[in-house]
């Protein structure tokens, strides 16, 4: 279970990597094939749903375009639920090209691990606090 754990923070630790060095295609492996992305403010209207590994790393790519960026995760409280299955809360900060947009709250994941890898099968990002707006 511990070997698990180590792979799952490893996951995000590529999440994070690939999605600030903008190596889309590789982001895009990190998830399931029918995975399911949502982001919004804690309690606004703003949810946006996006399904599928291709259709969550083309969205990302889009919203963030070649700006800078730094996302940042902290304090993972993993839970392995079966020998292929496990759920994750991870507190993170972003910052988005020079302080334009600065971002703090929690992923909130599922995960899925097929032919022996851990993917993403399910991630809502919670931000409890934005500052600026997106950069394109």
């Not at 703003?46 to 889009?62: L, S």
């Not at 995760?73 to 993170?92: E, F, K, Y």
């Not at 971002?103 to 500052?131: A, S």
Request: aromatic content about 10%.
């Amino acid at each position: 279970m511990l070997l698990d754990v180590d792979e799952i923070i490893r996951l995000r630790a590529r999440y994070c990597h690939r999605l600030d060095h903008k190596d889309w295609d590789g982001f895009a492996e990190l998830f399931a094939v029918d995975a399911v992305l949502r982001t919004g403010l804690a309690g606004g209207p703003e949810v946006v749903e996006r399904r599928g590994r291709t259709a969550i790393a083309d969205f990302v790519r889009e919203r963030m375009g070649s700006a800078a960026s730094s996302h940042q995760v902290s304090a993972p409280d993993i839970r392995v639920l079966a020998s292929d299955r496990a759920q994750g809360t991870w507190a993170v900060h972003y910052v988005q090209e020079g302080n334009r947009l600065t971002g703090y709250g929690f992923y909130h994941d599922e995960y899925v691990k097929q032919d022996g890898q851990w993917l993403i099968q399910r991630v809502t990002l919670e931000t409890t606090i934005r500052f600026g707006t997106l950069v394109s």
